[in-house]
């Protein structure tokens, strides 16, 4: 996305200013009216259908809500109260910040690496770049049933640790031979986030990869003839040229993270098993809305999920400074 | 990107293991849908005389506007359901293939007896649950459904079931035949009806009978079995247990403790006599000689069974079918839940019933099929299929049910008798598993955190 709008925007920005002539009052006007035309039906879809649904689900917030009949009984703040006390909830919270701290870097990290790995003049480049997204085309449910059955007790991965002999490594971390990865609720949320981390770093290897490709091989020979080494090449040049792409995957990655339902839901139901191990907001929500038909409860859970990453995103625009003006 | 696949986790419980509180009763769905019956259901109208209802399917034509008599119909209704005519759909969930079989065994069964309702049968897949909590929030149910015991008392109290008591009393249907334990499970506060008994099950003990010649009659004579038993015959544990009450209550109740009072007034599992009953249950998983399906790398215990993982398991009528088309090489056999510190022979058992939508259009005839479904002759073809008992005393035992039959004499409702039952099962089952990952085996927090959730239950 950042590569298409500096490319069209700098056209855009350039020459058809130049090129407009004087404009009369009434030629304005049409033109003004031209333009809110063409936006007004964009405008109105995203009016009802994302400011007036938030809205809605605040009124419902505040209320029962049957599932039938709509409406029951005003409760005001008190969905909201009865969710802060509710330990299941904080819980939702801790995993969804635990597994937004740890898995949004690593999968940047991963993904950043795979592009720099895949932008190289490489024999069988695009089949390496083919490999590496793979996964991210995969439905999640799939790929999470197929890691389901990896992580088992008697799965792949602890029958292939077995055989070559790296049991001890795991031993000496507290890990028993046959360790229940996802079945266990100190290992479950950590082995989702590898899940994730794997079959997400394709997408951003792809997002980065775009980047890397807008950065003028200009700059790369002028370091070149400053005699930079390699790392500090990609330390001083790829790295904070890459800072709009940053900037972007930062944002998808953590909506997404705190966003994590389907692979939280597979792999450990609608319960979050084991021990709440994989409770998410989500699926908190999921939950409540329709396991228990308490609607007006789990539309209290929305808002709170809504006012959390509204301000995670701000947060992230500050610490990425001011919007850069090539974003 | 997450979104998109939403819908597809709902296809997926099935390989979720979501088999493991027990197929017969709980939603997990496993394929097999589209089963050769719906041509059967079409044609067999002229085949009317075969029908058992026939005798009074022969009288009633005339009768039709004096239906408001019961007496002469014998109460099954049918005189009443034989006015009765269009179409009707019914949804349920499908553990097995076996259950849809059975299914349009006894759906084809009504289309010879009443040929002028045309049931519309549509599997649920995945979370029946919530599908249905969709259907009920778009208004757009199908007439006729199953209801879990689980959560019946919710969606009776948010008013998603029509109460029945009007169409029993005009088609006259006698639902006395019932077992009292599976009826009241679906009558509101109200005191009305809101569901008919499709069938129960009970838990029982499933033993492989090549490693168990005489199966335990006491928790005592369990462990001892259990402890000869643990380290050979590659077994990787003697027992499976599930880490939650959907079997727990079974062992709880064996050991002389309860979770709530008679009346629903006060909770019973902090009690001296609950918390040694669960930590016993904890203390085989302690001792080595239980462990749960997850740790065996098996989605449910009845699998661990047949992988021969372990030589005993608690389970209901469901295993059958799921052993002979699986395993069908394991020999295993059935004996009654042993008996504990009680003393006296107790189970638990699971029911599930036929309800009416409240937005149901076709609402004569969602009752007509039930007065088949839930009467003899329905009943005695469901459950000729093998996956569950009958709820009525009227209907005869199928063929080897007879341990899991002689059960629901005694047992006790395993689910549906409280409200809030599946919040508190939830309680249970995450500090269960807890403790058991932390390797602590304390019962204390279990049931401390377990009463916590039984009293916000009964205080709403």
């Known amino acids: 996305m950042t590569a298409a709008t500096s490319a069209t925007g700098q056209p855009a920005g350039g020459t058809p200013a130049a090129a407009s002539p004087v404009t009369t009052g009434s030629e304005k006007r049409a033109e003004m009216l031209a333009g809110y035309a063409l936006i007004v039906v964009p405008m109105l879809l995203f009016l009802v259908l994302n400011i007036g649904s938030v809205l809605y689900e605040v009124f419902v917030s505040l209320w029962k809500w049957n599932v039938r009949t709509g409406p029951q009984q005003f409760r005001g703040i008190q969905n909201y109260q009865t969710l802060f006390a509710d330990d299941i909830f904080w819980r939702a919270v801790q995993n969804t910040v635990y597994y937004a701290v740890i898995w949004v870097p690593l999968t940047m990290a991963l993904g950043l690496f795979l592009a720099v790995i895949v932008n190289q003049k490489l024999r069988g480049q695009a089949f390496f770049r083919a490999a590496y997204y793979f996964p991210a085309i995969a439905s999640s449910v799939a790929i999470t049933i197929l890691w389901i059955f990896i992580m088992s007790p008697e799965g792949l991965f602890n029958t292939v640790r077995g055989a070559i002999g790296i049991n001890p490594l795991f031993a000496a971390l507290g890990f028993s031979a046959n360790q229940n990865w996802i079945g266990d609720e100190r290992t479950a949320l950590n082995t989702v986030i590898i899940l994730n981390a794997w079959t997400t770093s394709g997408t951003f290897m792809l997002f980065y990869l775009a980047s890397l490709q807008t950065i003028s091989g200009e700059v790369y020979e002028a370091a070149a003839l400053d005699g930079a080494s390699w790392w500090q090449t990609f330390r001083r040049i790829t790295f904070p040229l890459l800072r709009p792409a940053h900037y972007f995957v930062a944002t998808v990655a953590l909506i997404g993270a705190l966003q994590l339902f389907d692979q939280a839901y597979v792999a450990g139901g609608v319960g979050g098993d084991p021990n709440n191990a994989l409770m998410t907001v989500v699926l908190y929500l999921f939950n409540a809305a329709v396991s228990q038909a308490n609607f007006g409860y789990a539309a209290a859970v929305g808002v709170v999920l809504f006012a959390i990453i509204f301000t995670a995103t701000l947060v992230q625009r500050r610490l990425f400074g001011s919007t850069p003006s090539w974003l | 990107m997450m979104r998109r696949t ?312 469901w295993l059958d079918p799921f052993m002979t088309s699986t395993y069908p090489d394991v020999k295993y056999a059935w004996a009654e839940m042993p008996t504990g510190t009680s003393g006296s022979p107790v189970t638990i058992s699971f029911t599930v019933s036929y309800s009416i939508g409240a937005d149901s259009k076709n609402k004569d005839q969602a009752f007509a099929v039930m007065t088949y479904l839930t009467g003899k002759d329905g009943m005695t073809k469901w459950t000729e299929g093998g996956v569950a008992l009958p709820s009525r005393q009227d209907v005869a035992i199928p063929k080897g049910k007879d341990v899991l039959a002689a059960g629901s004499a005694y047992a006790k409702p395993g689910s549906g008798f409280m409200p809030g039952w599946v919040d508190v099962q939830k309680a249970f089952q995450d500090e269960f598993t807890s403790q058991l990952q932390k390797k602590t085996f304390d019962a204390g927090p279990v049931v401390e955190k377990t009463a916590a959730a039984v009293t916000k239950a009964i205080s709403q």
């Open chain 2, 6 to 317: 939403l819908v597809g986790a709902f296809l997926v419980l099935a390989l979720a293991g979501a088999c493991s509180s027990g197929s017969g009763t709980s939603p997990s769905p496993a394929g097999g849908g589209a089963s050769p019956a719906e041509s059967s259901a079409a044609s067999p109208a002229e085949s009317m005389a075969a029908s058992p209802a026939e005798s009074m399917a022969a009288s009633p034509a005339e009768s039709a506007g004096a239906s408001g008599g019961t007496g002469a119909t014998g109460g099954d209704g049918s005189a009443w359901a034989q006015t009765i005519s269009g179409n009707a759909t019914l949804s349920g969930w499908q553990a097995s293939p076996d259950e849809g079989k059975a299914l349009q065994n006894a759906l084809s069964g009504f289309a010879t007896a009443y040929p002028n309702i045309k049931v519309d049968y549509k599997e649920v897949p995945g979370d029946y649950r919530t599908v249905m909590q969709t259907k009920f929030a778009a208004q757009d149910v199908p007439d006729i459904f199953y209801v879990n015991a689980d959560y019946a008392k919710e969606w009776i109290d948010q008013g998603l079931l029509e109460p029945l008591d009007d169409y029993i009393s005009k088609s006259g249907f006698d639902t006395s035949q019932f077992f009292p334990g599976a009826a009241s499970i679906f009558k509101g506060q109200d005191g009305k009806t809101y569901g008919l008994p499709k069938d129960t099950n009970t838990i029982a003990l499933a033993y492989n009978s090549d490693l168990v010649s005489t199966p335990p009659k006491t928790l005592d004579e369990l462990v001892q079995m259990a402890t000869s038993l643990k380290g050979k015959n590659g077994l990787k544990a003697p027992m499976c247990f599930n880490p939650g009450l959907d079997r727990g209550l079974a062992f709880l109740y064996a050991n002389g403790g309860s979770v709530v009072s008679d009346d629903l007034s006060q909770e019973q599992i902090d009690t001296d006599a609950s918390k040694t009953a669960v930590q016993w249950y904890m203390d085989q998983f302690k001792n080595g000689l239980a462990m749960t399906a997850s740790d065996l790398g098996s989605s449910w215990c009845g699998e661990a069974l047949g992988k021969k993982q372990v030589a005993m398991v608690f389970e209901g009528g």
